[in-house]
Structure formats: C-alpha cells, structure tokens
C-alpha cells in the first residue's frame, strides 16, 4: 500500500521558529507555507493536506476572513489556529467556538506541536475514511465493466469521469439557474451510477429533485453539501 | 466474424463524455464501427450524410433537439433508411412513462445506469 506524504500547510508562518525546528527532517511531515488566503484557498480546489495551520489567528481584522475557509473545511481537514501567547482562555474558547479543531500558543514547543499535529493528522485519516464510506465505486458495477475492457482502459474513464466531475461541481454553486443546476446534476447522475459512483449517483439524484420540485428549504444547504462532499471525495480518489 | 463482412456501423448520441467513451469500449467487443456525437441535431446530421445500422440515443439531449425529437425527425425522413432501429437510453425511466420513447419512434429503451449486459443483447438483437 503507498504511504501516502503528509502535508501540512501553513498559512502566514511569520513565526519561523515555530515548526521550523532544527529537527524538522525528524518530523514525518512536510510543511508548505502560504502568505495568503487566496493562494491557499485556490491551492486547496485541487489538493488537501492533512492539518492546515492559520498564524496569527487571534488578529481580529483576519479573524472574519477566515470565517469561509473554517466553516467549508474543518470537517475534511482540521485546521489550526495559532495564536499569541498573550490570548486569554476565553479569546482561545472563542477561537473554537468560531470553529478552528485547535488552538496552539506561541512560541510554540517542539512537544506540543508535535504531538497536537499527530493527533490531528491521525483523526483526519479517520475523518476521510468515514466520509468515504460508500463512495468508492460499486465492486460489481467494476466487475462488470472488466468484461469489456482492460483495467488501464478502465482508469482512463475514471479519470475523465473524475476531470468532468470536478468541472462540473465548481460550477454548479455559480449557476443561477435552477434548471441549469438540475441538467448537470441529472448528468452526472447518469455519468456517475454507469461507472460505480452509486453513493454520488444518489446524492445528485436526491438534490435534483429537490430542484425540480422547488423546494426552497434546504436546496442551497444541499446543494452546497453535495458539491463539497463530492468534490472532497474526487479530489482524494485514485483507482 | 467473417473479416470481409462489412462491419455494422452504430451511431450513439449522448452528451456525457463519460457515457460515450463507455458505451464505445463495450461495443468494441461487437467489432462495431462506432460514431458518437453529443447532440439531437449532430445525430440527425450524421444519420443523412451515413449509412448506420443502429442508433443509441440518449433522450436528455442538449441542444436545439432532445432525444425524443431527433428521433422522431429521423423517422420522418422519406427514405427506406429512416426504418433504421434506434435504441433510447434515458436516465429518468423509472418515474417517465415508456410509451414517450415509442410514441416518439424508439424501437427499445435503456434505462441509465447501464446494464451493460443488457446493452450488448439489445445491440445484438437490432444488428443482426
């Protein structure tokens, strides 16, 4: 089985010493660094590291800005927040309330670092495999589409099936349209169930007809679940 | 096969890429020649400019024409070819009505997702 690199990624490291420590080639972990919001946040459209870590975390005028990133991804990725060793326990109860997994102090210690990544990185796994669960293609639909073609003939329509998934999700939340919404999800639907994809044949079958039935509680939170459910699913899957 | 038998052509209409690609390696077992277009209008084109002997077409089309109306334009082309066999394949057959896909001119249908089994004896019976 290939062991999968953690990242970990780190947003405004200003405080170098931090993670940085002259026994990082120790830590079973590589660290990729961001000094923006938007990077990382274009970054995580195609990829996901195991913990995020956000720097700086109790300045008040980034706090909000972070509202969006915390809010989408700390169910498929926990997300740190790093403060000043100044922060109260009530600022810390109100980082977590505002929903950051975690707080660390700064300076931070090589221990406690060390073993709140680990932590983290280990409730992740668990994390991805739950949500997992029913989303890998369907065994007998797979044995099936063995009959007429080879495995690496297969893959190819995986990953086309994978490219034209993901299109089709980034843009699905833009649209307006609520029909426009309803044909792309009935074909993925489609696109889906043929190759395996039950778990998400289901799911776009089910926000599909909410749509169509007009049903204005709940669409927007469905819609928006399913998207980043199944993009999450696709980003992290290989056959 | 006899190798100096003409291969039997099939046309497919469907917009998904997924679909297409799929239902091309399935059909390759039957040593078909296979074009696939993604719309109404395309399939209608392609099938008066050709000679195919089946057409799989997918009833939610893109486009100016869906399935249901390429069909039924294709079927009112005054030419003995417009009796060529065309399969529908939808998506939404458990809660339509089937008698659309007939009443539109369908020799058969296939409901989405594919039973590729299925697609083989369907394909077999109209070509042979």
Same mark, same amino acid.
């Given at each position: 089985?290939?062991? /999968?690199? #953690?990242?970990? %990624?780190? /947003?405004?490291?200003?405080? @170098? =010493?931090i993670y940085r420590s002259e026994h990082q080639h120790a830590y079973p972990w590589r660290i990729k660094e961001f000094i923006s919001l938007t990077d990382l946040l274009q970054e995580l459209v195609l990829s996901r590291p195991q913990v995020i870590l956000i720097f700086d975390t109790e300045q008040h005028s980034l706090f909000e800005s972070y509202k969006g990133i915390v809010t &989408? $991804? @700390?169910h498929f990725c926990p997300i740190i927040g790093v403060c000043d060793s100044s922060h109260t326990h009530e600022q810390r109860q109100q980082i977590l309330a505002f929903g950051f997994n975690d707080c660390i102090s700064q300076p931070i @210690?090589?221990?406690?670092? &060390? =073993?709140?990544?680990?932590? %983290?990185?280990?409730?992740?796994?668990?994390q991805n495999n739950q949500e997992n669960n029913g989303y890998d293609p369907n065994e007998k639909v797979i044995q099936e589409l063995l009959k007429f073609m080879d495995s690496a003939q297969l893959a190819d329509l995986m990953q086309e099936f994978k490219g034209t998934t993901l299109n089709q999700l980034g843009k699905l939340k833009e649209m307006t349209s609520h029909k426009e919404q309803a044909e792309v999800l009935h074909d993925m639907k489609g696109s889906a169930a043929s190759l395996g994809f039950l778990k998400i044949a289901e799911s776009a079958e089910q926000v599909e007809?909410?749509? &169509?039935?007009?049903? &204005?509680?709940?669409? #927007?939170?469905? /819609?928006? @679940? $399913?998207?980043?459910?199944?993009?999450? $699913?696709?980003?992290? $899957?290989?056959? | 096969m006899d190798n100096t038998e003409e291969k039997k052509k099939v046309l497919i209409a469907e917009d998904s890429s997924v679909i297409r690609n799929l239902l091309k390696k399935v059909l390759s077992f039957e040593d078909c020649e296979i074009t696939a277009v993604k719309d109404g209008q395309s399939c209608i084109d392609h099938f008066n400019e050709g000679n195919y002997d089946l057409i799989l077409m997918d009833i939610h089309l893109p486009g100016t024409k869906n399935g249901l109306e390429a069909t039924k334009e294709i079927r009112a082309v005054k030419k003995k070819k417009a009796n060529i066999p065309i399969i529908g394949i939808s998506g939404n057959a458990k809660n339509k009505p089937v008698s659309e896909f007939f009443d539109a001119g369908m020799n058969d249908y296939l409901q989405k997702p594919l039973d590729y089994d299925k697609v083989i004896e369907l394909v077999k019976k109209y070509l042979y």
């Amino acid at each position: 089985m290939e062991v /999968l690199q #953690k990242e970990i %990624w780190a /947003l405004n490291p200003e405080a @170098k =010493s931090i993670y940085r420590s002259e026994h990082q080639h120790a830590y079973p972990w590589r660290i990729k660094e961001f000094i923006s919001l938007t990077d990382l946040l274009q970054e995580l459209v195609l990829s996901r590291p195991q913990v995020i870590l956000i720097f700086d975390t109790e300045q008040h005028s980034l706090f909000e800005s972070y509202k969006g990133i915390v809010t &989408k $991804f @700390k169910h498929f990725c926990p997300i740190i927040g790093v403060c000043d060793s100044s922060h109260t326990h009530e600022q810390r109860q109100q980082i977590l309330a505002f929903g950051f997994n975690d707080c660390i102090s700064q300076p931070i @210690k090589e221990n406690v670092v &060390k =073993s709140t990544l680990n932590h %983290w990185i280990n409730t992740s796994f668990d994390q991805n495999n739950q949500e997992n669960n029913g989303y890998d293609p369907n065994e007998k639909v797979i044995q099936e589409l063995l009959k007429f073609m080879d495995s690496a003939q297969l893959a190819d329509l995986m990953q086309e099936f994978k490219g034209t998934t993901l299109n089709q999700l980034g843009k699905l939340k833009e649209m307006t349209s609520h029909k426009e919404q309803a044909e792309v999800l009935h074909d993925m639907k489609g696109s889906a169930a043929s190759l395996g994809f039950l778990k998400i044949a289901e799911s776009a079958e089910q926000v599909e007809r909410l749509i &169509k039935e007009n049903q &204005k509680d709940g669409i #927007k939170e469905d /819609l928006i @679940k $399913f998207v980043d459910t199944t993009h999450y $699913f696709l980003i992290n $899957f290989t056959l | 096969m006899d190798n100096t038998e003409e291969k039997k052509k099939v046309l497919i209409a469907e917009d998904s890429s997924v679909i297409r690609n799929l239902l091309k390696k399935v059909l390759s077992f039957e040593d078909c020649e296979i074009t696939a277009v993604k719309d109404g209008q395309s399939c209608i084109d392609h099938f008066n400019e050709g000679n195919y002997d089946l057409i799989l077409m997918d009833i939610h089309l893109p486009g100016t024409k869906n399935g249901l109306e390429a069909t039924k334009e294709i079927r009112a082309v005054k030419k003995k070819k417009a009796n060529i066999p065309i399969i529908g394949i939808s998506g939404n057959a458990k809660n339509k009505p089937v008698s659309e896909f007939f009443d539109a001119g369908m020799n058969d249908y296939l409901q989405k997702p594919l039973d590729y089994d299925k697609v083989i004896e369907l394909v077999k019976k109209y070509l042979y």
